[in-house]
């Protein structure tokens, strides 16, 4: 089974850089995710260090992922009533705001553990505020005949962001310390702020009759609704299904606990070692979107996605047991790259199937189960990790996921 082609027309490498909107988006974009990647790097070693508690950073995943799950369709909806541009600047001054108050708390050395709770509830509800209207807004800048190569160059951003981001926040740690780094993080999010302010997308530009104003999502039975009416397009329904299943056992629970992992291979200090963990599977993952792009290789087909999820288990199985460094970076590397592939086919295919006049809706019901879902994982990950450590939850989990996915692939294969 595979997706149409979003245009007969030959491929183009990097075609939607060559809209001058987009390339400003993708910039602030890729900033802003680096930004949030500082304050993960910032703030999980000091509550790790604080607290040396494996359940509170399965806590950080939950409370990050839980809002997706709870809130991404109302996000959705919202984005095909609003202008997404201000949904967007909302999310990023509550990212900068949270970095503030982590900053004051490690300045006056005054935080406890429901401190941390609260700030790491709030910036999960952040994320949720600007992760679908960012997609549609993605939509008005290029349009549809470039709309595969923008979905692609806008996980290439954020994963921009997250190769960057270890590696600037383990030197803002080393050159800053984490009090003053973390104040000097929250300054990164104005540049995407203040160009939204007068961004030329959004409803208002819209040509005149192309909107079509839907039904406000107000209940749990419109959620449900919602959910039906994206589900009745088979591929939404199977790559929804596939990204959901690898944010439950997986999603990137293992990101929370690297000091952990990092302090397995003996690099539990603060230097480069540490930040270069973290580094090799966004690195990865660059690579991967570069490769997308500029190559046209894996060609969105819901067959290649499964494979790939496959593949990346395999990848964190053996990382979790891997006690070599050098080698965990190669393959957090490699893991890296197959999730980048098989996150940016799924949402390809979902983008390309769903009707313009609920993008937003539909990415708001892909978004629940590919991001709320990560909540859950901070349980098989994180708090399973406490009694059976987070090596055997890791492995247990990536094991997991390897049967379902090969489950589902069948079934597509049987229905094919």
């Given at each position: 089974?595979?997706?149409?082609?979003?245009?007969?027309?030959?491929?183009?490498?990097?075609?939607?850089?060559r809209?001058?909107?987009?390339?400003?988006?993708?910039?602030?974009?890729?900033?802003?995710?680096m930004?949030?990647?500082?304050?993960?790097?910032?703030?999980?070693?000091?509550?790790?260090?604080?607290?040396?508690?494996?359940?509170?950073?399965?806590?950080?995943?939950?409370?990050?992922?839980?809002?997706?799950?709870?809130?991404?369709?109302?996000?959705?909806?919202?984005?095909?009533?609003?202008?997404?541009?201000?949904?967007?600047?909302?999310?990023?001054?509550?990212?900068?705001?949270?970095?503030?108050?982590?900053?004051?708390?490690?300045?006056?050395?005054?935080?406890?553990?429901?401190h941390?709770a609260?700030?790491?509830?709030?910036?999960?509800?952040?994320?949720?505020?600007?992760?679908?209207?960012?997609?549609?807004l993605?939509?008005?800048?290029?349009?549809?005949?470039?709309?595969?190569?923008?979905?692609?160059?806008?996980?290439t951003?954020?994963?921009?962001?997250?190769?960057?981001?270890?590696?600037?926040?383990?030197?803002?740690?080393?050159t800053?310390g984490?009090?003053?780094?973390?104040?000097?993080?929250?300054?990164?999010?104005?540049?995407?702020?203040?160009?939204?302010?007068?961004?030329?997308?959004?409803p208002?530009?819209?040509?005149?009759?192309?909107?079509?104003?839907?039904?406000?999502?107000?209940?749990?039975?419109?959620?449900?609704?919602?959910a039906?009416?994206?589900?009745r397009?088979?591929?939404?329904?199977?790559?929804?299904?596939?990204?959901?299943?690898?944010?439950?056992?997986?999603?990137?629970?293992?990101?929370?606990?690297?000091?952990?992992?990092?302090?397995?291979?003996?690099?539990?200090?603060?230097?480069?070692?540490?930040?270069?963990?973290?580094?090799?599977?966004?690195a990865?993952?660059?690579?991967?979107?570069?490769?997308?792009?500029?190559?046209?290789?894996?060609?969105?087909?819901?067959?290649?996605?499964?494979?790939?999820?496959?593949?990346?288990?395999?990848?964190?199985?053996?990382?979790?047991?891997?006690?070599?460094?050098?080698?965990?970076?190669?393959?957090?590397?490699?893991?890296?790259?197959?999730?980048l592939?098989?996150?940016?086919?799924?949402?390809?295919?979902?983008?390309?199937?769903?009707?313009?006049?609920?993008?937003?809706?539909?990415?708001?019901?892909?978004?629940?189960?590919?991001?709320?879902?990560?909540?859950?994982?901070?349980?098989?990950?994180?708090?399973?990790?406490?009694?059976?450590?987070?090596?055997?939850?890791?492995?247990?989990?990536?094991?997991?996921?390897?049967?379902?996915?090969?489950?589902?692939?069948?079934?597509?294969?049987?229905?094919?």
């Amino acid at each position: 089974m595979t997706a149409p082609a979003a245009s007969p027309s030959p491929h183009v490498a990097f075609a939607a850089l060559r809209h001058p909107g987009f390339r400003q988006f993708f910039a602030w974009s890729a900033m802003a995710m680096m930004a949030d990647s500082i304050e993960h790097v910032i703030s999980y070693w000091v509550i790790f260090q604080k607290f040396h508690s494996a359940a509170l950073g399965g806590f950080a995943v939950i409370s990050h992922w839980l809002p997706f799950l709870l809130f991404s369709v109302y996000s959705g909806a919202l984005s095909d009533r609003y202008d997404p541009r201000r949904m967007i600047q909302l999310g990023m001054g509550l990212f900068a705001g949270v970095s503030l108050a982590w900053g004051a708390l490690f300045i006056t050395d005054s935080l406890q553990l429901w401190h941390a709770a609260t700030l790491l509830i709030v910036h999960g509800c952040a994320g949720v505020l600007w992760g679908a209207p960012a997609q549609v807004l993605i939509y008005d800048i290029v349009g549809p005949a470039h709309l595969q190569s923008a979905v692609r160059l806008n996980a290439t951003a954020r994963q921009l962001g997250l190769l960057t981001g270890p590696a600037i926040g383990g030197a803002f740690l080393l050159t800053f310390g984490p009090k003053l780094g973390i104040l000097v993080n929250a300054a990164l999010y104005l540049p995407f702020i203040l160009w939204l302010v007068a961004a030329p997308y959004g409803p208002k530009f819209r040509a005149a009759g192309s909107a079509v104003r839907q039904r406000a999502i107000r209940t749990l039975g419109d959620v449900w609704r919602a959910a039906q009416e994206v589900g009745r397009n088979r591929v939404i329904a199977t790559m929804t299904a596939l990204a959901g299943s690898a944010s439950l056992f997986i999603g990137n629970a293992y990101q929370a606990q690297m000091p952990g992992f990092a302090q397995g291979l003996g690099h539990g200090h603060v230097d480069f070692s540490y930040s270069a963990l973290l580094a090799a599977d966004a690195a990865g993952a660059l690579t991967a979107g570069i490769l997308l792009e500029s190559r046209s290789l894996l060609r969105p087909a819901v067959r290649s996605a499964c494979v790939l999820a496959m593949l990346w288990c395999v990848l964190l199985a053996a990382f979790a047991f891997n006690p070599l460094y050098p080698l965990s970076l190669v393959l957090l590397f490699c893991a890296g790259f197959v999730e980048l592939a098989f996150n940016a086919m799924s949402q390809t295919l979902v983008q390309l199937e769903a009707p313009v006049q609920m993008r937003g809706k539909a990415i708001g019901v892909y978004n629940m189960f590919a991001m709320g879902m990560r909540t859950f994982s901070g349980v098989t990950v994180g708090l399973v990790g406490q009694q059976i450590g987070i090596h055997w939850s890791l492995a247990l989990s990536a094991t997991l996921l390897f049967i379902v996915v090969g489950l589902l692939m069948n079934r597509v294969r049987r229905a094919a």
